[in-house]
């Protein structure tokens, strides 16, 4: 979608969690591009904020290196360095202990003075959720959000853990900032495929007019991951893969496939239509869930010629874990527009193959005129390639050439990243929130509606233990359950499509009628 707003006013930035991980691999490498690019004001700071105490020297040597090992763009002079570096300092703080933040207030007041700041703000919070809620208290309490300009609070997931644990911590993060001044991150919101979605279909009458029930026999989105828990156990073993991917960027980019086009491009009407989706999401209860949702676990398995472990010999899993490390779901949305679609999602690690795609399978002709032995026509797809390849394909059937009566599926490409070094996710993130754009940011009611769709199915799950948990081997593209949920609607999943190796989605072996 276009951007409504570009205004770029000087700002001062305080990072919660400024030597952090996050901060480290994303944070400050999208600020230094978007320095590099120009889309930071000439006039900014930055403070971070941590437990460790740190010199300011060594915090800014601490940014090089994060900058040096994963931002895209590289330090090639020492002087343009200096002038960004200088901005940043750090400030050593225990962030829960409200007695601290008379002098985070005048860290940020010597920085804004320093530098001739207005007084505009961005919080970010990049902690462990469990002190988002506080932070934004201690904020209020101490003064900093009587600033001169704006303030604009930016929340890392996940936010809750369930409905109601979300709904306590929105209530008392409202308490400080209202919620225009919330910028909730989900990364997938970030990324440009996904942020094409609706230009592709709402500036292409091409595609507009079949988005529907009449035209679309299914949808598939799937997220697959190599990688495994990681270091992550502590936080990913009591979260599962439902509620790491599916609450969040599953449902996002549902929405973004599914919603109605919005009446203007401004943050409200595109919530609104998004907000109506998840409304529409048909909620499943507990005694439904096993018939509309799957979940597993990875075993050992081989991925590129490596063996890797299974998820419950990875470091600090606890024995006998339940955890799901993959999800498969059939979703009904219950409106004019999708009616009797099924969406199929699947997200999971250690699988074959790094894809975030959506593909869209339209219907099947009514007439089959040429269906024979010769011709393996396959379903019109059009594949939105998220991540890591960025583009679109579409497939159709026509002539083989020079070969009479034969028809083959052919596949039309557009390659997004080809050449062009696209944005990372945070860096249109970062931009948005410092323009004071909401657009690519969740609101309350996602965030809320989500949950509520999550919830039973999380209940279920937690009650059935491992009766539910289907293993799956490292390396594949999940449990056979998962594949099951689309075999018993005559569907199939499409493989991840490759062009550089023209490795080409398996769609549906239709009928050959006489
Ligand atoms: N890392 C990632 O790739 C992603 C992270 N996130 C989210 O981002 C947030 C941060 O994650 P991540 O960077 O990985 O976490 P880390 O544990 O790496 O960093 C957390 C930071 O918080 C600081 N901190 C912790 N407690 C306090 C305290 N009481 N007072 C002051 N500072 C404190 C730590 O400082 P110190 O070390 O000095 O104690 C540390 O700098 C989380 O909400 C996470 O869910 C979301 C998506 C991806
Ligand atoms: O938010 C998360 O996303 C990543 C996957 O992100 P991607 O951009 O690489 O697709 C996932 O690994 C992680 O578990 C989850 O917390």
Redesign the pocket.
């Known amino acids: 979608m276009s951007k409504q707003i570009n205004s770029k006013e000087p700002f001062a930035m305080v990072i919660?969690?400024?030597?952090?991980?996050?901060?480290q691999?994303?944070l400050f490498p999208a600020l230094y591009t978007l320095h590099r690019s120009g889309f930071l004001p000439d006039n900014f700071s930055v403070l971070g904020?941590?437990?460790?105490p740190r010199e300011t020297e060594d915090y800014r040597q601490f940014l090089r290196n994060a900058i040096t090992q994963f931002a895209r763009t590289e330090v090639d002079n020492e002087e343009e360095w200096s002038s960004f570096a200088e901005r940043f300092d750090y400030l050593?703080?225990?962030?829960?202990d409200a007695g601290t933040y008379d002098e985070l207030e005048r860290a940020v007041a010597e920085q804004e003075k320093q530098f001739s700041l207005p007084g505009n703000r961005l919080f970010y919070?990049?902690?462990?959720?469990k002190?988002f809620g506080v932070v934004a208290e201690n904020l209020k309490a101490g003064g900093l959000t009587e600033n001169n300009g704006w303030k604009r609070l930016v929340i890392?997931?996940?936010f809750g853990r369930d409905y109601l644990s979300a709904e306590a911590l929105q209530e008392q993060i409202n308490r400080s900032f209202p919620e225009e001044e919330v910028y909730r991150?989900d990364?997938y919101l970030g990324k440009e495929m996904v942020q094409n979605i609706e230009v592709l279909r709402f500036a292409n009458s091409l595609f507009e007019n079949l988005w529907n029930n009449r035209y679309i026999s299914n949808v598939q989105i799937t997220a697959a991951e190599i990688v495994g828990v990681e270091n992550r156990a502590s936080?990913y073993d009591s979260a599962g893969a439902l509620r790491d991917m599916v609450q969040n960027h599953i449902l996002q980019l549902l929405m973004m496939v599914a919603m109605e086009p919005p009446s203007h491009l401004n943050p409200e009407a595109i919530h609104d239509e998004k907000v109506k989706v998840l409304r529409s999401l048909r909620r499943y209860e507990e005694h439904d869930v096993s018939q509309y949702m799957v979940r597993g676990q990875y075993t050992g398995g081989f991925i590129d010629d490596k063996e890797v472990p299974p998820y419950l010999n990875e470091e600090n899993v606890p024995e006998g874990s339940t955890n799901e490390t993959f999800v498969a779901g059939k979703l009904y949305i219950d409106n004019f527009r999708w009616s009797g679609v099924p969406f199929y999602i699947r997200t999971g690690k250690r699988m074959a193959e790094k894809s975030t795609e959506v593909v869209i399978q339209f219907r099947d002709v009514p007439k089959h005129l040429y269906f024979n032995k010769d011709n393996n026509l396959g379903s019109n797809l059009l594949v939105i390639k998220i991540n890591p390849e960025e583009g679109l394909a579409l497939q159709m059937n026509a002539k083989k050439p020079g070969v009479a009566n034969q028809v083959v599926p052919i596949m039309m490409d557009f390659c997004n990243n080809c050449g062009v070094d696209t944005p990372e996710a945070y860096e249109s993130l970062i931009r948005d929130a410092l323009e004071g754009d909401r657009t690519f940011f969740t609101n309350w009611e996602e965030v809320s509606l989500a949950w509520r769709f999550i919830d039973p199915i999380r209940q279920a799950w937690d009650q059935e233990g491992e009766e539910t948990l289907a293993p799956y081997e490292s390396g594949s593209y999940g449990p056979k359950e998962a594949d099951a949920l689309l075999d018993q609607d005559g569907f199939q999943w499409v493989s991840p499509y490759h062009p550089e190796t023209e490795k080409k989605p398996v769609v549906r072996g239709q009928e050959i009628s006489d």
Do not use: M, N, Q, W
């Open positions: 919660f969690g400024g030597a952090g991980d996050l901060a691999r994303k904020v941590g437990r460790s050593s703080i225990d962030v829960t919070l990049a902690v462990a959720p002190l890392e997931k996940p991150i990364h936080y």
